[in-house]
């Protein structure tokens, strides 16, 4: 589990890296004719999964319980404060059995329940975290901005490429 946390961590203090040289209004701005909300609005998304798994309230997690309008979305300053948070909540997770429920529908509210961990859910939140990290990389490049190149790439690709570096 150790490890896990470790790459969360890595996962998080990347991201608060590029949002600390962002301006303000670029980590605000509106990306809507993108299909995309802002890159504050990401980042809360993000931070709104840890902190559901990080306050697994009687052994249940409930990720649509999310902080939606959250001024996370619209202060960097709120948005480094919840990830310095996060990060020391992380190492205070016990791997123990627990319950993910979630609504499951796009046509109906219909919520399904289901058994996992705590570890099997920090794997979930790494690739959601880079998922969402990669639409950010997007935003910000469609803005101009350079992004580090393995910022919101998944870690099997980032050993795919150092590999075929080495074999080439």
């Given at each position: 589990?150790?490890?896990?946390?470790?790459?969360?961590?890595?996962?998080?203090?990347?991201?608060?890296?590029?949002?600390?040289?962002?301006?303000?209004?670029?980590?605000?701005?509106?990306?809507?004719?993108?299909?995309?909300?802002?890159?504050?609005?990401?980042?809360?998304?993000?931070?709104?999964h840890?902190?559901?798994?990080?306050?697994?309230?009687?052994?249940?997690?409930?990720y649509?319980?999310?902080?939606?309008?959250?001024?996370?979305?619209?202060?960097?300053?709120?948005?480094?404060?919840?990830?310095?948070?996060?990060?020391?909540?992380?190492?205070?997770?016990?791997?123990?059995?627990?319950?993910?429920?979630?609504?499951?529908?796009?046509?109906?509210?219909?919520?399904?329940?289901?058994?996992?961990?705590?570890?099997?859910?920090?794997?979930?939140?790494?690739?959601?975290?880079?998922?969402?990290?990669?639409?950010?990389?997007?935003?910000?490049?469609?803005?101009?901005?350079?992004?580090?190149?393995?910022?919101?790439?998944?870690?099997a690709?980032?050993?795919?490429?150092?590999?075929?570096?080495?074999?080439?």
């Amino acid at each position: 589990m150790l490890m896990l946390i470790h790459a969360n961590h890595a996962l998080l203090e990347q991201a608060a890296t590029l949002i600390n040289e962002l301006d303000e209004a670029d980590y605000v701005l509106p990306m809507h004719a993108y299909g995309s909300g802002s890159i504050g609005q990401h980042l809360r998304h993000v931070l709104d999964h840890y902190h559901a798994l990080s306050s697994c309230e009687h052994g249940v997690i409930d990720y649509d319980q999310r902080r939606r309008d959250n001024p996370v979305e619209t202060s960097k300053a709120l948005a480094l404060a919840e990830i310095q948070r996060t990060l020391h909540r992380l190492p205070l997770l016990v791997d123990q059995p627990i319950r993910v429920r979630s609504e499951v529908s796009p046509h109906a509210q219909h919520v399904e329940e289901t058994n996992s961990s705590i570890k099997r859910e920090l794997l979930f939140v790494t690739s959601h975290a880079v998922h969402h990290f990669a639409l950010i990389a997007m935003l910000l490049r469609l803005q101009g901005m350079a992004v580090p190149m393995d910022f919101g790439v998944a870690p099997a690709t980032l050993t795919h490429q150092r590999q075929q570096q080495l074999s080439a």
